[in-house]
């Protein structure tokens, strides 16, 4: 039998807020309701728009409770 590998997504480390909320499975104003306005989450901004840090949204929804 030949094996098969699983192809898993690998997210990039910063990250737009539609990605940030994808990434963290919740919608976009959740995202921005309980992450970015209580400020768990810093944007940085770019010549790109503004992006999150994806260690940071780790970070924050690990240290949630």
């Known amino acids: 039998m030949e094996q098969t590998t699983q ?3 690998e ?3 910063w990250l737009n807020w539609k990605q940030a909320a994808k ?3 919740v919608a976009q104003g959740t ?3 309980h992450l ?3 400020g768990r989450v810093h944007a940085k ?3 790109f728009g503004k992006r999150y ?3 940071e949204i780790d970070q924050a929804i690990e240290n949630w409770y």
Do not use: G
């Open 11 to 13: 997210w990039p480390r």
């Open 23 to 25: 990434y963290c499975n």
């Open 36 to 38: 970015i306005d209580t």
């Open 53 to 55: 840090d994806r260690e």
């Open 45 to 47: 901004v770019t010549d």
């Open 31 to 33: 995202f921005k309701r």
């Open 7 to 9: 192809t898993v997504t």
